[in-house]
């Protein structure tokens, strides 16, 4: 069986037309050793269970658990990244659309409607074409149309397990959590297609620091640009 999270991202203070929608495919197997590795990772940072873990709060200790310092924050990333690689292959494959239309319900849907069409087909056999979804709830993103969208546009060998599952996002979730980071670092590219523009998004951070995650960025993975 086959996992995808999906969740969507902006960054209002760069760009407020810009608007992203990402999705994190994991087999299912490997998803347990996802599971408790990210716990691992997220237990040795000492987070404030209370506060919720996002991407945007990464690069800046004003945000989330205020006694986390960024160093913790970055060594965070590349543990996560790291767990996500095997030897030879990518455990994940993650799936990443954008524009410049703001952010809608209409855009949602249309970038949504990108990732979903963009899976993977696999063969009928020993579950391996059976999907579950679980997506980032929006209060403006209606239900029945996302469930219309994934419905219609779900290729005929993927079989969607019950229906999409929507959800608040929290600690406990780490697909969604994963999920977030990568939109964050994903949008961070496409935002700052060169390195000398990445400190105006985040001045806060020296150049070692840049350079620290630069890297981090450079090993991730089966990165998918939907067109």
């Keep these: 069986m086959k996992c995808l999270f999906i969740d969507e991202t902006e960054c209002k203070q760069r760009d407020p037309n810009f608007f992203g929608v990402g ?15 990210f716990k691992s990772c997220f237990e040795s940072l000492g987070w404030d269970e209370k506060k919720e873990l996002k ?19 970055i060594k965070l990333v590349r543990e996560i990244v790291d767990c ?22 209409k855009n949602y849907l249309f970038l949504l409607k990108k990732i979903i069409k963009s899976l993977k087909n696999y063969p009928d056999k020993n579950d391996k074409n059976l999907v579950i979804i679980t997506i980032h709830q929006c209060s403006e993103f209606k239900e029945k149309n996302i469930k219309k969208i994934i419905n219609e546009n ?4 993927l079989v969607l397990f019950e229906k999409p ?37 985040f001045p806060s951070v020296n150049q070692k620091k840049l350079a620290q ?13 939907v067109k």
């Design 23 to 37: 999705g994190l495919f994991v087999d299912s197997f490997f998803y347990k050793t996802l599971k408790r590795s």
């Design 55 to 73: 991407g945007s709060y990464l690069f800046s200790s004003r945000k989330g658990d205020k006694n986390v310092p960024v160093d913790k924050r």
């Design 84 to 105: 996500t690689r095997a030897k030879q292959r990518s455990r994940i494959n993650f799936y990443f659309t954008s524009n410049g239309k703001k952010r809608s319900e």
């Design 154 to 157: 779900l290729k005929a060998r």
């Design 165 to 201: 599952f929507i959800i608040h996002s929290e600690n406990e979730a780490c697909g969604m959590i994963i999920v977030d980071i990568l939109n964050y670092l994903k949008m961070w590219i496409v935002l700052n297609p060169e390195e000398k523009s990445q400190l105006k998004l």
């Design 213 to 225: 995650v630069t890297e981090i960025l450079a090993t991730i993975k089966n990165i998918k640009d």
